[in-house]
Each structure stands twice: as structure tokens, then as C-alpha cells.
């Protein structure tokens, strides 16, 4: 699976948007972006994924540059509950024996 | 849906005794994995199944770690004999084919 970069940690100010970053500029053609979130004392939380258009659910979007090296995770409006560890993976998560391989992640804060 | 649900929630055992984990998957999903979370090394995955075969199992400390999923509603993690270096919170997740991840709440396994 392609290794990810992400930021240790970031900010964001209550009800506005919040963008995590990631890098992974060895992906590969058959791997999808996947985010996860930990928030304390939780099993992580599906977020969103995709291959290589953006998309968008109820909990985020997700943004996927033209080359796929690198994509954004767009909180639209933060709340204090969106403050967890967020991960972002990239694994060949079309078959059926897709396995997650979580890094450290980004810890974001949302401060009111 | 209950989700995934893993038990016990908390588990306080002596050095030397057997531990076993418990986890009951979402019904209709066919791929179960086992992780572990500690501090110092993050999440690790330790094994996964897929249609009740174990298809990756590299991670898996050593041999006093065995994980066995009978049927498609049942998986247990048993570590024999624990050590105080076993401590940590061993969550279990399930998927069906190239969806997201469902975690389970997780186990918190203290050895003393």
C-alpha cells in the first residue's frame, strides 16, 4: 500500500471549514484515498473515500488532485465534535481483501 | 444494526492468564479484522479474515496470539499467556466487500 504524509496537527475555529491535507505520491492506479476519524476513547470512524473523483457524503468532501498524489478532507463547518485524530490511507480497497494500514494521522482541534 | 460488537468492554487479567476477545461482526459482512492500539505503536492490524478465512495474519505478535472466526457471526482473539506487554485496546472491525470499515467500541486489556 502507497505511504501517506500528513500534518501532526492542526486548528480550526468553530463553524468554519476545516481542510486536512494529505500527500501520497506513490498511490497507485487501483488505490482508493480512504479518511477515517478516532475521536478519544473510540474505534475509528468512516469518513469517505474515493478513487479519483471528488466526492461528497453528509460528513465531508473529499478532493483528489488531477495526478492523485495528494487529496484534502473538507469539514464544511467544524463543530467541538469533529476534535479527533484523522487518518488518511490509501489501500487497493476495491477487492475484497483490502486491508487499512493506519499512520499517526492529524490531530485536529476545533477551538469554539 | 448494532454495529459491531465486541466484548468485554474492559478486561483486567494477571500476567499468565488466558485472555480471550470476543467479536460479533454485521451481519452480511464478509471481512473481519483485528487490530490493536497502544500509545507507543499506534493502530496495528494483527489479522484479518475474509469469508471466515484468515488471509493475512502477519501481524500477529507471536505465537501466545490466535485468532479464530468459526462462522460468519463469531471471532475470537485469545492471547495465552498474556503479558503485562499485551496492554492496550484491541478493537475489531468488519466490512462487506469495498465498503468502509465498521469498528467495534474495543476491548481495553489491562495486564498487571
Known amino acids: 500500500d502507497a505511504k501517506t504524509t500528513q500534518p501532526t496537527s492542526m486548528d480550526c475555529a468553530e463553524g468554519r471549514a476545516a481542510n486536512l491535507p494529505c500527500n501520497h505520491s506513490t498511490i497507485s492506479g487501483n488505490e482508493y484515498v480512504y479518511w477515517y476519524r478516532q475521536i478519544h476513547s473510540q474505534g475509528p470512524q468512516y469518513i469517505i473515500h474515493?478513487?479519483?473523483n471528488n466526492e461528497t457524503n453528509e460528513m465531508a468532501s473529499l478532493i483528489i488532485t488531477e495526478d492523485r498524489k495528494s487529496s484534502t478532507l473538507i469539514l464544511p463547518h467544524a463543530t467541538l465534535r469533529d476534535t479527533a485524530v484523522y487518518y488518511c490511507?490509501?489501500?487497493?480497497?476495491?477487492?475484497?481483501?483490502?486491508?487499512?494500514?493506519f499512520g499517526q494521522g492529524t490531530i485536529l482541534t476545533v477551538h469554539p | 444494526d448494532a454495529g459491531v460488537i465486541q466484548s468485554p468492554r474492559h478486561e483486567v487479567t494477571e500476567m499468565g492468564q488466558e485472555v480471550t476477545l470476543r467479536c460479533k461482526p454485521i451481519?452480511?459482512?464478509?471481512?473481519l479484522f483485528w487490530y490493536r492500539q497502544t500509545m507507543m505503536r499506534g493502530l496495528e492490524l494483527l489479522i484479518y479474515f475474509n469469508n471466515n478465512v484468515p488471509i493475512d495474519d502477519s501481524g500477529m505478535p507471536e505465537d501466545r496470539f490466535s485468532a479464530k472466526m468459526p462462522n460468519a457471526s463469531f471471532s475470537t482473539l485469545k492471547i495465552q499467556p498474556s503479558e503485562p506487554r499485551d496492554s492496550a485496546v484491541y478493537f475489531c472491525?468488519?466490512?462487506?466487500?469495498?465498503?468502509?470499515?465498521?469498528f467495534g467500541s474495543g476491548t481495553r486489556l489491562t495486564v498487571v
Open positions: 472491525a468488519s466490512r462487506r466487500d469495498s465498503y468502509g470499515y465498521t
Open positions: 490511507i490509501v489501500t487497493a480497497g476495491g477487492t475484497s481483501y483490502g486491508k487499512l494500514t
Open positions: 474515493g478513487l479519483k
Open positions: 451481519s452480511g459482512h464478509n471481512s
